[in-house]
């Protein structure tokens, strides 16, 4: 039980997401997290278990080796996208309450700004954490994001711009969400964004990087 775990844990860290992934060379031809995951499942290790022992440790390395530069871009996607062949395995739990997250966080890009490789990362990141992620997409209104919180009462919201004119529009939602439900957290985050701006938009928390929003949030759990 505990070589599935470990294995599990080590695949996802390298980013192997299945038997069929070429990725990372080393690993060719051996099962990916996907197969690993079903495979535990069977053996009997519960779906808590694969999370809390195998997917959220390996992600918190990957995580810390991105924010020390020990890896970049594309070695975190590898492994989320290995994290996110594991979830779909677990997703039936999650859906039974069987597995309890730590909370919801909505994220989304927002109004005029059609980038998502930041959020998406940073959605990955979390969702590897243990928390249940609602991913709004880009080009997202104040309307989108008000009507999420309210259907995820106490849920997390998080807003990713790229660009500086849509800064401004980043500015606006967070009024109309404070607006409409002053209690909601709102987290920024984005090239452009810095703790300066944060705090003169009214919004709740900045991090510069996906492993300062998952400290953060666990912080907030905990």
Not at 99 to 126: E, P, Q, R, S, Y
């Amino acid at each position: 039980m505990n070589e599935l775990l470990e294995k599990l844990h080590e695949v996802v860290e390298l980013g192997k997401a299945d038997a069929k992934s070429p990725f990372p060379p080393q690993l060719k031809g051996q099962d990916g997290a996907s197969e690993i995951t079903t495979k535990a499942l069977e053996a009997g290790v519960t779906p808590q278990e694969i999370l809390e022992q195998a997917l959220i440790p390996a992600m918190d390395v990957v995580g810390k080796k991105f924010s020390e530069n020990k890896i970049f871009v594309p070695q975190m996607l590898m492994s989320a996208r290995a994290m996110g062949a594991a979830m779909v395995q677990l997703k039936p739990f999650f859906a039974s309450g069987e597995i309890k997250t730590k909370g919801t966080f909505i994220i989304g890009t927002v109004k005029g700004d059609l980038h998502d490789i930041g959020k998406n990362l940073v959605a990955m990141m979390v969702e590897g954490s243990g928390w249940t992620v609602v991913d709004l997409g880009v080009d997202v209104p104040s309307e989108r994001y008000i009507q999420a919180a309210k259907e995820h009462p106490g849920a997390i919201l998080a807003l990713s711009a790229l660009l500086t004119t849509t800064m401004v529009n980043m500015g606006q939602i967070v009024a109309d969400i404070k607006a409409a439900s002053p209690e909601t957290f709102i987290f920024i985050g984005g090239a452009p964004v810095n703790n300066e701006f944060c705090k003169k938009i009214g919004a709740d928390a900045y991090t510069p990087d996906p492993q300062g929003v998952v400290e953060y949030l666990n912080k907030m759990a905990s």
